[in-house]
Protein backbone atom coordinates (compact mmCIF):
# COMPACT_ATOMS: atom_id res chain seq x y z
CA UNK A 1 0.00 0.00 0.00
CA UNK A 2 1.38 3.38 -1.10
CA UNK A 3 1.21 6.05 1.54
CA UNK A 4 0.55 9.65 0.46
CA UNK A 5 0.89 12.76 2.56
CA UNK A 6 -1.99 14.67 3.58
CA UNK A 7 -1.58 18.75 4.96
CA UNK A 8 -4.20 20.29 7.75
CA UNK A 9 -6.48 21.70 7.82
CA UNK A 10 -7.92 19.21 5.74
CA UNK A 11 -10.42 19.51 2.80
CA UNK A 12 -14.01 17.78 2.67
CA UNK A 13 -12.43 16.02 -0.60
CA UNK A 14 -9.13 14.42 1.01
CA UNK A 15 -11.15 13.36 4.14
CA UNK A 16 -14.47 11.37 1.84
CA UNK A 17 -10.85 9.62 0.04
CA UNK A 18 -9.51 8.02 3.10
CA UNK A 19 -10.38 4.34 4.24
CA UNK A 20 -9.45 2.38 7.07
CA UNK A 21 -6.16 0.69 6.30
CA UNK A 22 -4.52 3.69 4.77
CA UNK A 23 -1.28 4.99 5.67
CA UNK A 24 -0.99 8.89 5.65
CA UNK A 25 1.82 11.16 6.79
CA UNK A 26 0.16 14.00 7.89
CA UNK A 27 2.08 17.77 7.53
CA UNK A 28 0.72 21.49 8.44
CA UNK A 29 -0.77 22.72 11.63
CA UNK A 30 -2.41 20.73 13.96
CA UNK A 31 -3.23 20.40 17.62
CA UNK A 32 -1.75 18.78 20.94
CA UNK A 33 -4.08 18.08 23.75
CA UNK A 34 -5.33 15.46 26.33
CA UNK A 35 -7.70 14.72 28.85
CA UNK A 36 -6.75 17.39 31.11
CA UNK A 37 -7.33 20.20 28.59
CA UNK A 38 -9.50 18.72 26.03
CA UNK A 39 -12.25 19.61 28.32
CA UNK A 40 -11.51 22.93 28.95
CA UNK A 41 -11.25 23.20 24.95
CA UNK A 42 -14.70 22.10 24.97
CA UNK A 43 -16.13 24.52 27.38
CA UNK A 44 -15.04 27.10 25.77
CA UNK A 45 -16.69 26.01 22.94
CA UNK A 46 -19.32 25.94 24.58
CA UNK A 47 -18.87 29.39 25.83
CA UNK A 48 -18.23 30.80 22.90
CA UNK A 49 -14.84 31.90 24.17
CA UNK A 50 -13.17 29.79 21.75
CA UNK A 51 -13.36 33.02 18.61
CA UNK A 52 -11.50 35.12 21.08
CA UNK A 53 -8.63 32.89 20.61
CA UNK A 54 -6.08 32.59 17.45
CA UNK A 55 -6.99 28.78 17.21
CA UNK A 56 -8.69 27.77 14.31
CA UNK A 57 -10.66 23.98 14.73
CA UNK A 58 -11.66 23.94 11.39
CA UNK A 59 -10.56 21.34 9.17
CA UNK A 60 -7.82 20.60 11.39
CA UNK A 61 -6.43 17.99 13.55
CA UNK A 62 -6.13 17.13 17.37
CA UNK A 63 -3.52 14.64 18.95
CA UNK A 64 -4.06 12.89 22.20
CA UNK A 65 -0.56 14.11 23.36
CA UNK A 66 1.35 15.95 25.80
CA UNK A 67 3.76 18.39 24.68
CA UNK A 68 6.65 17.20 27.09
CA UNK A 69 10.64 18.20 26.76
CA UNK A 70 11.37 14.96 25.66
CA UNK A 71 8.82 14.70 23.01
CA UNK A 72 5.44 13.34 22.08
CA UNK A 73 3.78 10.30 21.81
CA UNK A 74 -0.02 9.18 21.46
CA UNK A 75 -1.97 8.62 24.73
CA UNK A 76 -4.64 5.95 24.43
CA UNK A 77 -8.03 8.45 22.63
CA UNK A 78 -10.77 6.12 24.43
CA UNK A 79 -10.36 7.72 27.96
CA UNK A 80 -13.54 9.22 29.18
CA UNK A 81 -11.69 12.59 29.24
CA UNK A 82 -10.62 12.26 26.10
CA UNK A 83 -13.57 10.04 23.53
CA UNK A 84 -16.11 12.40 25.96
CA UNK A 85 -15.05 15.63 24.23
CA UNK A 86 -14.88 14.04 20.33
CA UNK A 87 -18.27 15.03 19.74
CA UNK A 88 -17.95 18.46 20.30
CA UNK A 89 -14.55 18.65 19.13
CA UNK A 90 -15.98 17.20 15.93
CA UNK A 91 -19.01 19.95 15.35
CA UNK A 92 -16.48 22.92 15.86
CA UNK A 93 -14.47 21.51 12.98
CA UNK A 94 -12.22 18.94 13.90
CA UNK A 95 -12.02 16.46 11.17
CA UNK A 96 -8.82 14.07 12.45
CA UNK A 97 -8.66 12.29 15.81
CA UNK A 98 -5.25 11.29 15.96
CA UNK A 99 -3.64 8.71 19.12
CA UNK A 100 -4.08 5.22 20.05
CA UNK A 101 -6.73 2.60 21.00
CA UNK A 102 -9.97 1.36 20.46
CA UNK A 103 -13.42 3.64 19.93
CA UNK A 104 -16.77 3.14 21.29
CA UNK A 105 -19.40 2.43 17.95
CA UNK A 106 -20.99 5.81 18.97
CA UNK A 107 -18.03 7.64 18.67
CA UNK A 108 -17.32 6.01 14.79
CA UNK A 109 -20.75 6.47 13.51
CA UNK A 110 -20.61 10.20 14.68
CA UNK A 111 -17.41 10.63 12.42
CA UNK A 112 -19.23 9.77 10.12
CA UNK A 113 -21.92 12.69 9.96
CA UNK A 114 -18.66 14.96 10.10
CA UNK A 115 -16.90 13.17 7.25
CA UNK A 116 -14.33 12.99 9.90
CA UNK A 117 -11.84 9.99 11.38
CA UNK A 118 -9.76 8.81 13.20
CA UNK A 119 -5.92 7.72 13.46
CA UNK A 120 -3.58 5.91 15.22
CA UNK A 121 -0.21 5.89 15.74
CA UNK A 122 2.65 3.99 17.19
CA UNK A 123 3.52 5.04 20.37
CA UNK A 124 7.14 6.28 19.13
CA UNK A 125 8.32 9.62 20.71
CA UNK A 126 11.86 9.49 19.48
CA UNK A 127 10.43 9.23 15.38
CA UNK A 128 7.73 11.71 16.23
CA UNK A 129 9.77 14.41 17.74
CA UNK A 130 12.03 14.46 14.75
CA UNK A 131 8.70 15.36 12.63
CA UNK A 132 8.11 18.08 15.22
CA UNK A 133 9.17 21.20 13.62
CA UNK A 134 7.72 24.15 15.94
CA UNK A 135 5.16 24.13 18.42
CA UNK A 136 3.92 26.95 20.73
CA UNK A 137 1.15 26.83 23.95
CA UNK A 138 -2.24 28.36 22.47
CA UNK A 139 -4.34 27.61 25.46
CA UNK A 140 -4.43 27.12 29.11
CA UNK A 141 -0.23 27.50 29.77
CA UNK A 142 -1.00 26.67 33.35
CA UNK A 143 -1.10 23.01 33.10
CA UNK A 144 2.13 22.71 31.75
CA UNK A 145 2.64 19.81 29.05
CA UNK A 146 -0.74 18.79 29.29
CA UNK A 147 -1.75 22.82 27.96
CA UNK A 148 -3.26 22.87 24.47
CA UNK A 149 -0.26 23.03 21.47
CA UNK A 150 -0.68 24.16 18.34
CA UNK A 151 2.47 22.35 16.35
CA UNK A 152 3.81 22.53 12.97
CA UNK A 153 4.57 19.20 11.85
CA UNK A 154 5.99 17.05 8.72
CA UNK A 155 4.82 14.01 7.70
CA UNK A 156 3.51 12.42 10.67
CA UNK A 157 2.83 9.18 9.95
CA UNK A 158 0.00 7.42 10.91
CA UNK A 159 -2.98 4.84 10.29
CA UNK A 160 -6.93 5.52 9.63
CA UNK A 161 -8.19 3.20 11.82
CA UNK A 162 -11.60 4.77 12.14
CA UNK A 163 -13.84 6.35 8.77
CA UNK A 164 -16.85 6.62 6.94
CA UNK A 165 -18.38 4.28 10.10
CA UNK A 166 -16.28 1.96 9.77
CA UNK A 167 -13.44 0.49 11.74
CA UNK A 168 -10.76 -1.45 12.40
CA UNK A 169 -11.16 -2.25 15.78
Known amino acids: METRTITAPFTDEVLSSL ?9 GIIYAGRDAVL ?9 DT ?10 SV ?21 EGTMPELTK ?3 RMHLGKGALKKETVEMFNEYNAVYA ?13 KAKRCVAHPELGMEAFYEL ?15 SMF
Open 92 to 94: AGI
Open 120 to 132: VIAPVTALLNSKV
Open 19 to 27: KVGDIVNVS
Open 152 to 166: QVEEFPCIIAAAHGE
Open 62 to 82: IFHTAVSPAGVGPTSSNKLEI
Open 39 to 47: PKIVDMIEK
Open 50 to 59: LKDTDINLEG
